[in-house]
C-alpha cells in the first residue's frame, strides 16, 4: 500500500504565505513524477507545480514567481512554498505522486493525497 500524506493548508490573508508538504510511505520502489493540484467546487483539478521526468519542474502560469516547488527524493517528499497568495489561489490542494511499487517491472501508478484546504481571504 501506498500513502500521500499532505499537512500545511489553512487559512491566510491576502499577500500572506503558506507551506504545503507531502511525504509520500510504503511500499515504494521509485517515484517518479511529483507535485500539486488543486480544485474548486465545479472546475477541473488542475495542476499547480509539479516535478516531472528528468527533475525539471512546471508550474501553471499563474502561481509562476509566486509558488515554488522543492523535493527530497530520498524521503519522498514534496513541499510547495506559496507566498504574494491571492483569493483566487484559493482551493483544495492535491498531493501528486507517479509511483512504482515493489520491483522495477512494477507499472507505476498515479496516487493522490486526500487534500489540504487553502483559503485566502481578508
Known amino acids: 500500500q501506498v500513502q500521500l500524506v499532505e499537512s500545511g493548508g489553512g487559512l491566510v490573508q491576502p499577500g500572506g504565505s503558506l507551506r504545503l508538504s507531502c511525504a509520500a510511505s510504503g511500499n515504494i520502489f521509485s517515484v517518479n513524477d511529483m507535485g500539486w493540484y488543486r480544485q474548486t467546487p465545479g472546475k477541473q483539478r488542475e495542476l499547480v507545480a509539479v516535478f516531472i521526468s528528468g527533475g525539471s519542474t512546471k508550474y501553471v502560469e499563474s502561481v509562476k514567481g509566486r509558488f515554488t516547488i522543492s523535493r527530497d527524493s530520498a524521503e519522498n517528499t514534496v513541499a510547495l512554498q506559496m507566498n504574494s497568495l491571492k483569493p483566487e489561489d484559493t482551493a483544495v490542494y492535491y498531493c501528486?505522486?507517479?509511483?512504482?511499487?515493489?520491483?522495477?517491472?512494477?507499472?507505476?501508478?498515479?496516487?493522490w493525497g486526500q487534500g489540504t484546504q487553502v483559503t485566502v481571504s481578508s
Open positions: 501528486y505522486a507517479k509511483i512504482r511499487q515493489g520491483t522495477w517491472f512494477t507499472k507505476e501508478v498515479d496516487y
